[in-house]
């Protein structure tokens, strides 16, 4: 069994990065799940290899579509404190697109759940938004922004210090169709944070603020970094869950 060490002591290109806020000059990517190899953008240190899949047989546009299937053991992560052990399989941005403090991003994502998706009421998140820590000096933080599933229930989550709030929710079947994700997202420790979110097309999220942990919590970072993934990520639980996504996009906005 795989299990994540938040102690791991990163490799130092990954510190340089970090320390230096090193990254492409102007962020534009995309990733539609259409070549046979997973692209560039993507790390997979919270994937289990044979977890992963391109198929045609689910897509959203083009030809193909990736297909996330998790299973109990996947990626273990012991529980800190009173928090539950957890498992994981998600795509996880490359360290060089890392957003920053202070600049604007939109991202865009289709997800499918099939019909046979299980309803569960342990956590579940499908999509999230985390602070950048070098070491293990930061608290066992939540994901800033959080797309979640659990008990047949959608939520975006905004988490910023030890409460979570959910700024949109609904009970509304989302199984055996695609759901279409856009987040324009601005992290700040001030109050010039945003985070817009539409699901197909329409708006469900605005909200100006903080969006951002406080330097007292560990993230001690000059430069703030945040970083990108999803899957499926959820407390343990015996039965496999499958996700299929396509349709990717992740832009700085000038």
């Not at 299973?71 to 012991?78: F, I, L, N, V």
């Not at 933080?141 to 210090?161: E, F, M, N, W």
């Not at 709030?165 to 989302?174: C, F, G, K, P, V």
Request: hydrophobic share 35%; net charge neutral; aromatic share 12%.
């Amino acid at each position: 069994m795989t299990k994540i060490n938040k102690s791991v002591i990163y490799p130092i290109c990954i510190i340089f990065i970090a320390l230096t806020g090193c990254q492409e000059k102007e962020i534009n990517v995309s990733d539609n799940f259409d070549q046979p190899g997973l692209s560039r953008i993507w790390n997979t240190d919270r994937m289990e290899k044979q977890s992963f899949e391109i198929q045609s047989k689910v897509v959203h546009n083009g030809s193909g579509a990736a297909k996330i299937t998790l299973r109990t053991g996947d990626m273990h992560e012991d529980g800190i404190g009173k928090d539950k052990p957890t498992e994981r399989d998600e795509l996880n941005e490359a360290f060089r697109l890392h957003s920053i403090e202070g600049a604007e991003y939109e991202f865009r994502f289709s997800m499918f759940l099939p019909d046979t998706f299980l309803i569960s009421p342990v956590r579940l998140v499908l999509a999230q938004w985390k602070e950048f820590c070098v070491g293990d000096s930061c608290h066992n933080d939540s994901p800033i922004v959080a797309v979640r599933y659990s008990a047949g229930k959608l939520v975006i989550s905004l988490q910023t210090g030890d409460h979570r709030s959910n700024l949109y929710e609904t009970s509304d079947e989302i199984r055996n169709k695609w759901i279409d994700f856009r987040f324009l997202i601005r992290f700040s420790r001030e109050q010039d944070g945003k985070l817009i979110a539409y699901i197909d097309d329409k708006e469900v999220v605005n909200y100006k603020g903080i969006t951002s942990y406080p330097e007292s919590r560990g993230y001690t970072l000059k430069k703030k970094r945040y970083y990108f993934k999803m899957g499926l990520y959820r407390d343990i639980i015996p039965e496999p869950m499958c996700i299929y996504i396509d349709d990717y996009s992740k832009k700085e906005i000038r």
